[in-house]
Each structure stands twice: as structure tokens, then as C-alpha cells.
């Protein structure tokens, strides 16, 4: 892989060298390769949802804005495991520099097919990179690194809880997806500390979304959906379920729940964290190695959105806590979206 230089850095560098070493025709012929030579990026997204688009558009925001000189081959796997294997060998056939894995099966199918290469291989939205396998452990995937959007699952389903007063608390979660069953397991574990029955519902692809939401819905007070790419894929059906059912539906995922009838969204802005990602690869173009880098987790609290939906709430017949609300980054009345900071 060769390395790029931002334009800013490479000045402050080579400007010295031009007087210390007397050789100016050589170095700028030097400075002219290092533009002109662009690192070739593979991004490999499990699905076309809302989050994984706006991580893709943060990636590349992030390398365009601050000047690097990448060129980008974008593939959608659309949801299958056969595909993201194979678009990670067409990547490793076209000789990308670097690869990118948006959710845990692309980012599997990526680490999988570069095992035991230099190709830097960058995973973008794992929730538990250690149980994806995707970590550097005894000496394994040293070219592997990335981004956790690890959620706050507990302060989620307890706000939840305050809001609703649910005593039942319905999951739908992808029983193939590392993400899914870290989510639901983590859920489960508070239900259980907080005498809150727990009834989760396991699919395996978004065709069977809705189907798993109408076999549990009449056993639920609330539905909640965590940041689950194959059941985020299916919001809409999910959405119809719980709206035709009177019962409030939580989810994780701010970018999917516009347009839908949720009581509450809480959960990553996932555009800043493909500018995250995007760092992730610059920080590699600029030098540093996977292992340097190793997992990031995401914990600045601007990072998250809360969204309240004053209407669906009104439906509901439930008043939501004014602690809640001044927390609340969006707000929807009237139909109307309301920014915090408007």
C-alpha cells in the first residue's frame, strides 16, 4: 500500500528537505507521485439501511474533506453471507490498499478472506468486535481494527421502562449476526436484574422481520430493537406491527426511525461514526498500523441522540418525564421534526 500524505504535512516536509539537501527537482517530481497516486479504498455494507448509508457517507466525507486522495469501490452485499465473501475476494483481486467492512458479517467475511496479509482490513459499527472475533488476540488479525457502536443497552431499556411502565419487554434480534445476539444477551441479563419479563424473537433475514414481531406482539408491553442491521433493515414492517397494535416500539437506530410511528430512538448519530471510521483509515494512510490502533469505542456523549415522539406518545396516552424531554437532542410534535438547538 502506498502512502499518501495530506498536502498540509507533506509542505512542513518537504520544504526543509529542499534546502538541506539542494535536490528540488527530484523532490517535487517526489510530492507530484504522492498526490497523484491514490489509495484505493474497498467498502464492503452488509444492507441499504439508513445507518450504514450515513456511515458510508462518513467515511468518505472524512477522507475527501481533510485531503486525502482515495478512490472508493463501494459494494452492497444485500444482506447475504455468500455475497460478502465474495466481495471480499473481488477487493483482494483488485488489489485494494485498504478494506472496510460496514456491520460485523462484511467486516467477518473481510478479516476472513485477508487472514494472515498486510492488507489493513477496518471494521465500521461491530458492537462486540471480541465475540465477532474480529480483536488482535495470540498473535491473529494484526491487520484488523475499527469501530464499536456499542450502545448503552441498560440506560436504554431503562428509560424505556420510566416511560412506559412496561413489565414485559419484547426483542427482535438476528440469531446469524454477532451484533444481534450480543444485544440480546446484554438485554436480557438487565430484564432479568430488573424483574422485567423478557420475550426475544430470533430471525434470520429481513423477510422474516414482520413475522417475528406479529408472534410475540400480543405477549409485549413495549418492543425494542437494538442497533440489529438485518432487523433495522425491516423497521417499516416492524413499525406497522406495533402501530396496529397500540404497543410502543424503541429503537436504537435515529437515522431508520424517521418516517416511522416509534414512541423513542436512542442510539449513535452513525454519520459521525463513519467520520470515526474515516479517521480510522486516514490514521493508516498516514502510518500507523492496525495493531496501533486496534478497537475504538465510542464514548463521547455528543456522539449519541435521544429522540422523543410526542405524537406517537399522545396515541399512547402516555406523558413523557420532563428529565426525559430536557435531554432529548429531537423532539417530533405536530408532525414536526424540532431540533434541540433550533
Known amino acids: 500500500m502506498k502512502k499518501i500524505i495530506i498536502p498540509a504535512i507533506l509542505l512542513a516536509v518537504v520544504i526543509p528537505l529542499l534546502f538541506s539537501q539542494g535536490n528540488s527537482e527530484i523532490q517535487t517530481e517526489t510530492e507530484t507521485v504522492q498526490k497523484e497516486t491514490p489509495v484505493k479504498i474497498g467498502i464492503s455494507k452488509l444492507v441499504t439501511h439508513p445507518a450504514l448509508d450515513s456511515i458510508e457517507k462518513g467515511i468518505q466525507d472524512y477522507l475527501n474533506v481533510n485531503g486525502y486522495n482515495a478512490v472508493f ?72 481494527c475499527g469501530v464499536s457502536d456499542l450502545n448503552p443497552i441498560d440506560l436504554q431499556i431503562k428509560t424505556f421502562q420510566e416511560v412506559t411502565n412496561l413489565k414485559t419487554l419484547g426483542m427482535i434480534y438476528t440469531s446469524g449476526e454477532a451484533n444481534g445476539v450480543a444485544m440480546k444477551e446484554r438485554a436480557a441479563q438487565y430484564c432479568e436484574a430488573n424483574n422485567i419479563q423478557f420475550v426475544p424473537v430470533s430471525v434470520i433475514n429481513s423477510a422474516e422481520v414482520k413475522t417475528a414481531a406479529l408472534s410475540i406482539i400480543n405477549r409485549i408491553d413495549g418492543l425494542f430493537i437494538a442497533n440489529d442491521n438485518t432487523v433495522v433493515s425491516a423497521l417499516a414492517s416492524v413499525d406497522q406491527v406495533c402501530t396496529a397494535a397500540n404497543i410502543p ?18 442510539g449513535l448519530d452513525y454519520y459521525k461514526v463513519g467520520l470515526t471510521c474515516g479517521k480510522v483509515a486516514g490514521d493508516i494512510i498516514d502510518g500507523k498500523t492496525p495493531a496501533e490502533l486496534g478497537s475504538i469505542f465510542l464514548t463521547d456523549i455528543t456522539q449519541f441522540q435521544l429522540m422523543i415522539n410526542l405524537d406517537r406518545a399522545k396515541e399512547l396516552g402516555l406523558t413523557i418525564p420532563q428529565d426525559i424531554l430536557d435531554n432529548a437532542s429531537i423532539t417530533i410534535q405536530d408532525g414536526k421534526v424540532i431540533q434541540a438547538d433550533a
Open 249 to 266: 416500539l424503541f429503537n436504537s437506530d435515529i437515522t431508520s426511525s424517521y418516517g416511522t410511528n416509534f414512541l423513542m430512538s436512542w
Open 73 to 144: 469501490d463501494e459494494e452492497n452485499a444485500n444482506a447475504e453471507i455468500s455475497t460478502a465473501m465474495d466481495i471480499a475476494q473481488s477487493f483482494k483481486d483488485k488489489k485494494q490498499d485498504i478494506v472496510m467492512g460496514i456491520a460485523t458479517p462484511t467486516a467477518q467475511a473481510l478479516a476472513t478472506v485477508y487472514k494472515n496479509t498486510d492488507t489493513p482490513v477496518i471494521y465500521c459499527a461491530i458492537t462486540d468486535p471480541d465475540a465477532a472475533g474480529l480483536t488482535q488476540t495470540d498473535g491473529m488479525n494484526k491487520n484488523v
